[in-house]
């Protein structure tokens, strides 16, 4: 197909009775394929069956550490946990805690603390006039939500190839003391899948914000969730902001949650040994430990890093064929039609789709009309917000292929049949 856009009015008339023939057809399957999240398949699932029986009745609960796992205590994690990810984050265990299933529990305890209390030593931050959050787009719409419940305002920064615009960042963090934080996911961007270039690390860790109290909140959420052997390395935010004299200005985050069960996995977070000490201290009133029996069971089952690399290899030799479907459907389908473009990500867990600008919302309920159930048009933005109403987050690792397949077609006639509608408007 060529260009939508070089077609005269009775083109792309015809072409619309084209494309109300053949979606029409797709609709009267009467499909049900729910796409809205990015949830492991029961293929990857049946991959940690063994977690569960790694703990049992005649099991030593007794830890490295000669403490009874079965019991009260150990705030931040058993020390064979924080090892496994002291390792994986190259950090001390000092500056690891592990808790239970939820990264994102953890990020939204760290607002919550910041707004009560403030962080070391600072003004609460619902004290404030106004607290401001920067907010790489097209993003996380769970990261949004946090920061939309504590009425905090959200700052949209475009994404470029290699990340977010740092000199957008840059300048509006040095000259607004109201920003205290921006939300990250460095590697493998949810929905985009960019990995964040050396430069920019260098250049998040060497900022100089106004506000003292700034946090950069690093959700390293797919940080081995390759799909290819061609892992693309991501720099040490950790270590980098030590050597820019930065130590303190990053949390960052991570789980199990699709590496093992998303109900029943591990989360943590890593940081300064003075952050951290801070986040203990507040742990103490708050918790009187996480589920220590879990984490020793994942530790059984992992035994050490290179026993969860081995794990990620697994899962990429089941969701690989899923996105190489996806991207393979979406190139014949759309081929020079010039109605939509996508992301070709080496790792993580979404594609990212644009459509023709003021039809993203439209093709989101065409597929939901015809079967195919999608992430809401204008969850990737604050406030739910695209200006352009063109991005759609694809999730395709829980389909089968055939599934996807199926899926990508409906999109992609759907995209189309949106554009020309508007076309014709």
Known sequence: MSSIKDLNKSELAALKNELQTVYDEYKAKNLSLNMARGIPSSAQLELSMGLLDSVNSSTDLTGIN?????????????????????????????????????????????????MAHGLLGSTPWASLPEVKFLCPVPGYDRHFAITEYFGIK??????????????FIENAVQNDPSIKGIWCVPKYSNPAGITYSDEVVRRFAALKPAAKDFRIFWDNAYCIHHLFNDDVKLLDILAECEKAGNPNMVYMYFSTSKITFPGAGLAGMASSKENITAIKKRMTVQSIGPDKINQLRHMKFFKNLDGLLEQMTKHAEIIRPKFEAVQNTLAEEFGDSGVATWSKPNGGYFVSLNVMEGCAKRTVQLCKEAGVTLTNAGATYPYGNDPKDSNIRIAPTSPTVEELTEAMKILAVSAKLAAVEKLLG
Not at 88 to 93: D, E, I, P, S
């Open 66 to 114: 000669g403490a009874d796992y079965r019991n009260y205590g150990i705030l931040d994690g058993i020390p064979e946990a924080k090892q496994l990810f002291a390792d994986l984050f190259n950090v001390t265990t000092d500056q690891i805690i592990v808790g239970g299933n939820s990264s994102l529990t953890l990020m939204f305890d760290t607002i919550s603390s910041a």
């Open 154 to 167: 959200m700052i949209p920064v475009e994404m470029n190839e290699d990340g977010p615009d740092m000199d």
